[in-house]
């Protein structure tokens, strides 16, 4: 089942904060977050582990309750380069097996 | 140091025919999982392969087939080519883990199939 991520689309202007949710209805072991712009690869951004460890960037921060199944991203003082579609990809047992959401696309202007 | 690279870049075919994708895993990564991304959608797990071997798959038919190499590159095939196969196919590359490991990706391959 794919992560279903919350809100589908955002419209910022700098500097302003905006929250991006990712819920799944399995267990899951670890979320990994990722920025995509237009005709790129996805780009990683960080992970949140089982149990609380965090990877990644120094400027985005995320939280991962793991007994709701749930994860946000937070993204503070945007930028223009944080305009993108971000995807969460999430694992669910014993496996490093992502499956990816539905994705939430991000503009900011200026 | 390099990251993942993926060739070609761009690849036009016609129903029916087959394709081989092409990825070299970030160095020092050992295990390489290829993804299927539709236009407007998020990337569909397609499969992994560490030592050689498939490690895991998604759901996706048989006519999608795949290799690794001892230098752990690796090759995405796709034999009788459908119009619903239009998509980039990304590659991500890896260090072996039960699980919470980064996976890093390559720019893509964008399939046309006409």
């Known amino acids: 089942q794919q992560p279903v991520q919350s809100p589908q689309a955002v419209i910022l202007r700098e500097g302003e904060d905006a929250v991006i949710n990712c819920s799944s209805s399995?267990?899951?072991?670890?979320v990994h977050w990722y920025r995509q712009k237009h005709g790129e690869a996805p780009v990683f951004l960080m992970i949140?582990?089982?149990?609380?460890e965090q990877k990644g960037h120094d400027k985005i921060s995320a939280s991962f309750n793991e007994k709701k199944q749930q994860s946000s991203l937070y993204l503070t003082a945007s930028q223009l380069s944080y305009s993108g579609t971000y995807f969460c990809g999430t694992e669910s047992g014993n496996t490093d097996k992502l499956i990816f959401g539905t994705g939430t696309r991000l503009q900011v202007f200026p | 140091d390099a990251g993942v690279t993926q060739s070609p870049t761009h690849l036009i075919k016609t129903r029916g025919q087959q394709v081989t994708l092409r990825c070299s895993p970030k160095?020092?990564?050992?295990?390489v999982s290829w993804y299927q991304q539709a236009l407007g959608q998020g990337p569909q797990f397609i499969f992994q392969?560490?030592?050689?071997?498939?490690?895991q798959r998604g759901n996706f038919p048989d006519r999608f087939s795949g290799h690794q190499f001892p230098n752990y590159s690796s090759e995405l095939n796709v034999n009788a080519l459908l119009l619903g196969d239009s998509a980039l196919y990304l590659c991500?590359?890896?260090?072996?883990?039960?699980?919470?490991?980064?996976?890093?990706f390559g720019p893509g391959t964008r399939l046309l199939v006409l």
């Open positions: 392969y560490y030592e050689e071997e498939e490690r």
């Open positions: 399995k267990a899951l072991y670890s």
């Open positions: 160095s020092g990564h050992d295990t």
């Open positions: 991500a590359s890896s260090l072996v883990q039960v699980w919470g490991e980064t996976q890093y």
């Open positions: 949140l582990l089982k149990g609380g």
